[in-house]
């Protein structure tokens, strides 16, 4: 079982970066593919991106790519998801998820075995 705890969630002005982050605790020894998705009330979740165990390999949404950047940092059991040049259609409630085979593509939430609690972020026009 691994437990996520989202953090770094806020209000920003649109042109505007955040850092989020997602610590992982309890069996983090395995191989996980980490991801990110958000979501907007009466919306499903729309996949973000995605980062295998590694880090060598990272898959992005159309929407956000060039502007958002997943990496981590194993030692810390912590994924991080950089968002720069904000806008107020970023605004949502953004999850980090685990995959415990490691997969990091699948834009299916279903997909995904471990979920945070979500942290919300609000870009400002």
């Known amino acids: 079982q691994v437990q996520l705890v989202e953090s770094g969630g806020g209000l920003v002005q649109a042109g505007g970066s955040l850092r989020l982050s997602c610590a992982a605790s309890?069996?983090?020894?395995?191989?996980?593919?980490m991801v990110w998705f958000r979501q907007v009330p009466g919306k499903e979740r729309e996949f973000v991106g995605g980062?295998?165990?590694?880090?060598?390999?990272?898959k992005y949404a159309d929407s956000v790519k060039g502007r958002f950047t997943i990496s981590r940092d194993n030692a810390k059991n912590t994924v991080y998801l950089q968002m720069n040049s904000l806008k107020p259609e970023d605004t949502a409630v953004y999850y980090c998820?685990?995959?415990?085979?490691?997969?990091?593509?699948?834009?299916?939430?279903?997909?995904?075995?471990?979920w945070g609690q979500g942290t919300q972020v609000t870009v400002s026009s």
């Open positions: 980062i295998s165990w590694s880090g060598s390999s990272t």
């Open positions: 309890g069996r983090t020894s395995n191989a996980y593919g």
């Open positions: 998820a685990a995959d415990r085979s490691g997969s990091y593509s699948p834009t299916n939430s279903h997909f995904y075995d471990y």
